[in-house]
């Protein structure tokens, strides 16, 4: 139980284009999903939080406008880099953690990753 | 502040064990985990410990917390050349209403015949 399929795995995009990630609890809903961002050989650093049905909370230093956060139902957000510059290209992962009452709600499951390769 | 802090690479010898070690800041920290992540993968949450908890044991990881002197250490018995990955150590922290993780660098585990 508790698996969270991100999408897609990795992606190679020209400068100036927009990238969509997904990010879907599968056998469970979240209350809350985290974006976070991992340099090489490096820790996450978490971008922000989104809950479902409000505006996500970014973390000091990242840029609202260009990282946008939906989290429209209970099963999915999505990240999207706008107007992605190689300096955007990184190891980006997400996490959900479960619903008040549905296990211990501290514990945060991972995606896969998607790597971005901004050309 | 919030930090938390591991070495950044051990070797062992298969069939060894392995103990990595990780310090934190926060004494207001609820649980702390260890993740493992194997190259160009995501994180695989191993273990979690509360932090009213001394120590847990499941088969063959052992993690200790000692919460006065804020360390905390992740023991794998009978390493395999399949534990080889990064694991990372994080604090939990209370943050407008949500828990959010602070992870350390990551240690850098490789096993050898």
């Known amino acids: 139980g508790a698996v969270v399929s991100q999408h897609p795995s990795r992606v190679i995009c020209k400068s100036g284009t927009s990238v969509k990630i997904e990010c879907r609890s599968l056998?469970?809903?979240?209350?809350?999903m985290f974006w976070y961002r991992q340099f090489p050989k490096k820790s996450l650093m978490l971008m922000a939080t989104?809950?479902?049905?409000?505006?996500?909370?970014?973390e000091q230093g990242v840029e609202k406008d260009k990282f946008l956060i939906n989290h429209a139902s209970l099963t999915l957000s999505t990240l999207t880099v706008t107007s992605a510059h190689p300096e955007d290209s990184s190891f980006y992962i997400c996490s959900a953690s479960l619903l008040p009452g549905q296990g211990a709600r501290n514990i945060q499951y991972f995606g896969a990753g998607t790597r971005l390769s901004v050309l | 502040g919030e930090d938390v802090e591991q070495s950044l690479f051990l070797s062992v010898r298969e069939g060894d064990s392995s103990v990595i070690n990780c310090t934190y800041t926060?004494?207001?920290?609820?649980?702390l985990y260890w993740y493992k992540q194997e190259p160009g993968a995501g994180l695989q949450l191993l273990t979690y410990i509360f932090s009213n908890m001394d120590m847990k044991q499941d088969q063959r990881l052992t993690v200790l917390l000692n919460k006065k002197d804020k360390h905390l250490s992740l023991r794998i018995a009978d390493t395999q050349t399949g534990d080889s990955a990064i694991y990372f150590c994080?604090?939990?922290?209370?943050?407008?209403?949500?828990?959010?993780?602070?992870f350390g660098a990551g240690t850098r585990l490789a096993v050898h015949p």
């Open positions: 056998d469970f809903q979240a209350t809350t």
């Open positions: 989104s809950n479902e049905g409000s505006k996500a909370t970014y």
């Open positions: 926060d004494s207001s920290s609820t649980y």
């Open positions: 994080a604090e939990s922290i209370e943050s407008g209403g949500y828990n959010k993780l602070i």
